[in-house]
């Protein structure tokens, strides 16, 4: 079976050897005798699929050339669409379908791009597994035993299932990289800002960021391409010139210095992942690539302080869901303030009340400046930390995971384990920085996936960095057996 991706796809559309309508309706064909094992979508919008493939057949065939028209993708189910159920993966919002489109979904549907369906994900974003979801948890491709990741793990599993050729995630402290990682794709999560977060259903405001997950870096920088940009009715829109990143990857790669932060490789570090970074430096060395040492001091208190600026954020954003206005209300209750906390205590799942509890004592009267105000100040320290190490390198490599994809269940009632599954990922979040992660290895067939990060809107070089090595590795090319029966 040849592996698609949208590059590929793009030349067959143009060449007539393929179109959208024939591409779509066996990529629907598939989620049907796949996603009962995988379980990567919450809702298939069929119709609506063949009919924007229709569409793009017939743009294409009046000589319209866009990479991106006619290309099939699954959208996070926390991205609003207009007319279509979008849940976050929460029985509070289990019949919700929004009014309106989020400004990404917008833009692909200016591109002629086919919506195939909405994916699985941990309740409201909160998880590193997508196993927080009241629809079930999605398993991966690699072994349907293990989780692929979360919380946007339903993206990354359609994608390295071959159950589509491009998705959209959300990144809040790693929710894009962790399950690219975790799945074998490439995940980029951009500068905060770079991409609308209108219509993004909020877990924490100032660490959101939408963006793409792929089979490559090339495919990365085309969907990019199409959802980056400013938009004047997200007020941390940041107004700056898109580049053509997938033009700008192609070209060559210059002399570079790739950060190294010893104090990173923790002792709990998979010995495979740590293996597998370090032969991933030598490809980058071959690269042109000069490895340095460098010092992120404030980088231990990374973990520490994300789960309190999270949770607060967090506490604030879901105060919206009482059951008043839509989503689930609790029908047995005779006044309000019961109706509100029923309707709250029945919709939302466990790590949601967890974190919005966690959040609402971070912020009330008298732990304000001990718990929420310090983590900022930390936030402040670990950006200028990176701010400091950028002075003397243009990347920064680490791992995306500190272990393999870990069993469902595994991890379930052990917190603590569950949120270091992030430890390497929720700094850039506090930091604002682009990062993406390269799948970079495999161990008992389980993918490994390294993490460059890269400074403030330098997307274009970041996404270069991964292509090239990509273009001297094949770790992206393999694809797990349950995709190619």
């Known amino acids: 079976m040849e592996i698609l991706t949208a590059q590929r796809l793009h ?19 598939r989620i049907k005798k796949l996603d009962s094992k995988i379980k990567a979508f919450i809702s298939v919008v069929e119709k609506e699929a063949l009919d924007a493939a229709q569409r793009a057949d017939q743009k294409i065939s009046q000589g319209e050339i866009n990479p991106l028209l006619g290309m099939p993708i699954l959208i996070k189910d926390n991205i609003s669409t207009k007319g279509i159920l979008t849940t976050c993966a929460s029985l509070i919002l289990q019949n919700f379908i929004p009014p309106y489109d989020a400004e990404v979904i917008s833009r692909i549907k200016n591109r002629g791009m086919v919506i195939l369906g909405k994916s699985n994900l941990d309740e409201f974003a909160m998880g590193s597994s997508t196993e927080n979801s009241a629809f079930g948890p999605t398993h991966n491709p690699w072994d349907l035993t293990r989780v692929p990741g979360g919380s946007s793990g339903g993206s990354a599993a359609g994608v ?25 794709v490439t995940g980029l999560k951009p500068t905060y800002g770079l991409v609308s977060r209108y219509g993004l259903i909020a877990f ?13 870096a090339f495919d990365c920088a085309l969907l990019l391409e199409a959802i980056a940009g400013w938009d004047s009715k997200d007020s941390t829109s940041c107004n700056l010139k898109i580049p053509n990143y997938s033009k700008i990857i192609q070209e060559p790669l210059e002399k570079f210095k790739i950060g190294i932060a010893e104090n990173l490789f923790l002792e709990k570090l998979d010995k495979n992942i740590k293996l597998a970074i370090e032969d991933s430096l030598s490809t980058f060395k071959k690269l042109g690539g000069e490895i340095i040492s460098i010092n992120l001091p404030h980088i231990d208190y990374a973990l520490a302080s994300y789960y309190i600026i999270a949770p607060s954020e967090a506490s604030s954003n879901l105060a919206r869901y009482d059951g008043a206005r839509y989503g689930y209300r609790n029908k047995e209750a005779l006044e309000i303030n019961t109706m509100f906390s029923k309707t709250r205590s029945g919709g939302f799942g466990k790590e949601v009340k967890r974190i919005i509890m966690i959040g609402t004592y971070a912020l009330r009267a008298g732990y304000y400046e001990a718990y929420y105000l310090k983590a900022q100040k930390v936030r402040t320290l670990i950006k200028k930390d990176f701010e400091d190490a950028f002075r003397e390198c243009d990347l920064i490599l680490t791992p995306a995971t500190p272990t ?9 009632t052990d917190i603590w384990a569950m949120y270091l599954s992030d430890i390497y990922t929720v700094s850039i979040n506090l930091a604002g920085l682009p990062a993406i992660a390269i799948p970079c290895g495999f161990k008992d067939n389980l993918p490994i996936g390294a993490q460059l990060i890269g400074k403030p809107f ?14 001297n590795t094949d770790f992206h090319q393999k694809t797990p057996e ?4």
Request: hydrophobic letters at 45%; aromatic letters at 8%.
């Open 458 to 471: 330098c997307e274009d070089f970041l996404l270069k960095a991964a292509h090239h090595f990509q273009k």
């Open 204 to 216: 924490a405001s100032s660490l959101d960021q939408i963006g793409p997950i792929a089979r490559d």
């Open 160 to 184: 390295a299932a071959l159950e589509t050729i491009l998705a959209l995630g959300s990144d809040t402290g790693g929710s894009i990289r962790q399950p690219a990682a975790f799945c074998g």
């Open 404 to 412: 393999l994809p870990f069993k469902i269940k595994e991890n379930i």
């Open 11 to 29: 030349k067959k559309f143009i060449n007539k050897e393929l179109s959208s309508f024939e591409i779509t309706k066996f990529l629907l064909e």
């Open 482 to 485: 349950i995709a190619l029966g």
